[in-house]
DNA sequence: CAAACTACGTCAGCCTTGTTGACATTGTAA
DNA sequence: TTACAATGTCAACAAGGCTGACGTAGTTTG
């Protein structure tokens, strides 16, 4: 790492006006990633906290309740307020845990899916766009930097589990 | 789109799997992205609006109201709720313009450059560590990628004014 | 088996930060 | 002078965080 780019230019990448830039290019592009979905959930009586929960829900289906209070770091009166509008309007079910009865594992019903389709059908047309006009070279950048940037439990959370692994 | 697998390296990178991730990144990031300056924030009263105006303030001093409430994306009401405790607390000070006088030009105090310092101290060591862990080319493809995320406007906006201009 | 722990749900109350709508004040511009 | 612009402010509301306390099943352990 740090490798010099051209001749010595090699840290100038550190400076405390590139950094900066770095935050504010983090700050705006953060809007844009949540503009697209947030116009859809507009007026369904959902926001941002139920996208999140039905994202992670379909990302790993039959996923437990305290699986998905690890991976959105809320605590679990805020996630319940989210799951109870998702079960009442039947876009999530739980299902009693197989080997585990306490567990309620997770799924989108067909209405769920959905929903989730055209939100992340919305979000993928942005990252979509801005891919292609990076290119893939910049696209392998942009995943290392965030990476490093996570806290190291949510990178594991970011490169986890699929189904769970107790 | 998914059209041809490997013979280029071409599209591999916007397979839906790659985009999911991508968006996971995003997320996680995020996080991360806020979680030094949070940490500070909390038990002083202040959350992260505040920082949000502290930090753009900052970075273009004399900075009139209505620019930074066409740089946050927030309306009035809720900017002047935070601006109220800055000017209160002695941070923030606003001066009346000079060519107009209804204006209110923003400027940090001393005091409120100290906190702006220790906050961008602590989200800067952390992009530090990411931007050195990745390397200077990862996080040229970083920048990229983000800024094609970005809304049009909001590119203005970053890629925008140090002072202002009519 | 009984006791302790775990997974989950829920009630109640609080905070921050966003929103609308209405209205006032002070300047500037036509 | 009249219209518009920049700002502040009051009031009410909503989303989505938080803490603390308590209840109920089901599992594990001594």
Partial sequence: ??????????????????????????????????????????????????????????????????????????TKQSLNRVLRTLFDDGLVEARVGKTDKRERRLHLTDKGASLERALSDAQRARMRAAYRAAGPQAVQGFRTVLEAMMDPEMRR??????????
């Fill in 1 to 74: 790492m740090a490798d010099n780019a051209s001749g010595s230019d090699s840290l100038l990448f550190l400076t405390d006006d590139q950094l900066r830039k770095g935050i504010e290019a983090m700050f705006f592009a953060y809007r844009g990633f949540t503009a697209d979905p947030d116009r859809i959930l507009e007026g369904l009586d959902y926001g941002r906290a139920h996208h999140r929960a039905i994202h992670f829900i379909h990302r790993a289906p039959g996923m437990t309740v305290s699986s998905l209070l690890g991976i959105l770091g809320v």
């Fill in 157 to 166: 959370q970011y490169q986890g589990l699929r189904e769970d692994s107790p």
